[in-house]
């Protein structure tokens, strides 16, 4: 599996920036998949070196995190993926955060919502879908079981784990949903939102 990840920077927040990962069976797979398109769809795009974006998924609703979604889908053709109870609050500026970060965030036109257990195929990668609230009640992790590969959106970070005390974050939920992560094995590596990846093992010893 290739996972390739860009930092892309958000609005004019100094030092703010947020992965977009970009993910392929392996180097010589046409197909992809883009998690997370939080801004500059030409960096995006220039990175995808001539491969074909098959699902563009985002995590959860917020601003810092799909800022050039819009964008990428009307350039790519590509289906837009989210979880059911984040399609609902995307437009809502304060809702998705845009306001708080002083962003102007385009909505696409059309999302395919997903829910807890659903699977995102393309040739050589199935990620199933994790519905992880807490942070948003629509916040997904996505898993490639075979491949023991997490991407925890704002759910798990490096050391911690995301704010629970935005719109629509839940505490409970958010320590029912670090629970479930916890089932998972010791060695998949963690791909965050923020920040470096990780080890499921390396963040359960630390909590
Ligand atoms: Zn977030
Ligand atoms: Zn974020």
């Keep these: 599996m290739q996972v390739q990840t860009l930092t892309l920077p958000i609005g004019n927040i100094p030092g703010f920036v947020t992965n977009c990962y970009i993910i392929a069976a392996d180097e010589d797979s046409r197909a992809c998949v883009v998690i997370d398109p939080a801004s500059r769809c030409d960096r995006i795009e220039s990175a995808l070196r001539g491969r074909v974006v098959e699902a563009i998924v985002m995590t959860h609703r917020h601003g810092d995190h799909i800022g050039a979604l819009a964008q990428l889908a009307k350039n790519t053709g590509a289906p837009v993926y989210a979880h059911a109870l984040d399609v609902e609050g995307l ?31 393309i040739e050589g990668l199935n990620l199933t879908v994790l519905h992880t609230p807490g942070h948003t009640i629509g916040s997904i992790c996505l898993h490639e079981e075979a491949q023991g590969v997490l991407f925890s959106g704002d759910t798990l970070f490096r050391d911690t784990y995301g704010r629970t ?4 974050g839940n505490p409970r939920q958010m320590r029912e949903s670090l629970s479930k992560l916890a089932l998972l094995p010791a060695n998949t590596v963690v791909y ?8 499921i093992g390396r963040e359960c010893n630390r909590r």
């Design 91 to 121: 437009e809502d500026e304060k809702a998705n955060g845009a306001l708080a970060l002083g962003l102007n965030i385009e909505i696409p036109a059309q999302i395919t919502s997903v829910v807890d257990a659903d699977i995102i195929s």
């Design 192 to 199: 965050p939102g923020h920040d470096q990846p990780t080890t």
């Design 165 to 168: 005390d935005l719109p629509t």
